[in-house]
């Protein structure tokens, strides 16, 4: 058994990755609407702001920032999550244990998530984010992928509509140890 923590801080920014428990579907694009509907419903319950999300077809990417005195991220994505797979046609294959559980099979149990730390963390976890369409090869330019909060930064003037037309590196997202 891991012994696995999460790291809080009360009304903190956080980066997270969640995904999908089967990496090969596209449930995340093809039921957007119910997505943005979980989402919304949680954060109706449980506020926090979007700072940045990108959704791809498996996985999705987002930045949170939680109210003053609120540390508990956890649960809204149990809510997000829980809300969703309702709403998703059942006929996933799922594993003995996931069975056992009852359990869907659409999401992976865990989700990768990262404190930000200053500014320099929070400009390079914008990045990773908007460029991570652009790095699985789903599109040329960030400014190409429709599912994202790219397209909002550009109209408040955080990026130039031309960003990461070329191969950027970063210092940000999940990491493998």
């Not at 920014?13 to 969640?18: A, G, H, I, L």
């Not at 730390?117 to 992928?145: C, Q, S, T």
């Amino acid at each position: 058994m891991s012994d696995y923590h999460r790291y809080r801080v009360s009304g903190g920014c956080y980066f997270f990755t969640v995904n999908l428990y089967d990496r090969h579907k596209s449930l995340l694009i093809e039921n957007l609407d119910l997505l943005r509907e979980s989402v919304r419903s949680c954060k109706q319950k449980r506020p926090f702001h979007i700072d940045a999300w990108v959704v791809l077809p498996e996985h999705m990417h987002c930045i949170w920032t939680l109210p003053e005195g609120d540390v508990d991220f956890s649960n809204r994505w149990k809510m997000i999550k829980t809300q969703f797979s309702k709403g998703v046609a059942k006929g996933e294959k799922r594993s003995f244990a996931q069975v056992k559980r009852g359990e869907r099979g659409i999401w992976q149990r865990r989700y990768w998530e990262h404190l930000i730390r200053d500014e320099v963390d929070y400009k390079n976890h914008m990045d990773y984010l908007h460029f991570n369409p652009v790095k699985h090869g789903w599109v040329e330019r960030a400014i190409d992928w429709q599912y994202s909060s790219f397209h909002r930064c550009i109209s408040q003037g955080i990026y130039p509509e031309n960003w990461a037309s070329d191969n950027l590196t970063f210092e940000a997202g999940e990491r493998i140890s």
